[in-house]
Nanobody
Framework: QVQLVESGGGLVQAGGSLTLSCAASGRTFSTYVMAWFRQPPGKEREFVASITKNGRSTSIAASVKGRFTISRDNAKNTVYLQMASLKPEDTADYYC???????????????WGQGTQVTVSS
């Protein structure tokens, strides 16, 4: 098992930047594919980004491509989501997830953090 704790959310103006972190504990972090999902107010949870176990490959949702970057530091048991040029439509609860499959599907991930809120003001 692995426990995930997100941090770094908050209120930011449109056009600003924010970096989310997700710290993992428990089973060896490097054995997990990691991902970020988000759930805007009143909407379904959606895929944002994923990264392979060794960090060599990533997948980014079209809605955030060119603005968001996912990375990981296996020595620190942490995955990051760097967000730039933020828009009001990026407002959501952001969740990190861990699993065995490199996927954009939420059901592929077995472990989830509690989420961190990001609010982008216009």
């Amino acid at each position: 098992q692995v426990q995930l704790v997100e941090s770094g959310g908050g209120l930011v103006q449109a056009g600003g930047s924010l970096t989310l972190s997700c710290a993992a504990s428990g089973r060896t972090f490097s054995t997990y594919v990691m991902a970020w999902f988000r759930q805007p107010p009143g909407k379904e949870r959606e895929f944002v980004a994923s990264i392979t176990k060794n960090g060599r490959s990533t997948s980014i949702a079209a809605s955030v491509k060119g603005r968001f970057t996912i990375s990981r530091d296996n020595a620190k048991n942490t995955v990051y989501l760097q967000m730039a040029s933020l828009k009001p439509e990026d407002t959501a609860d952001y969740y990190c997830a861990a699993g065995d499959e490199f996927s954009e599907v939420a059901d592929s991930y077995d472990y989830w953090g509690q989420g961190t809120q990001v609010t982008v003001s216009s």
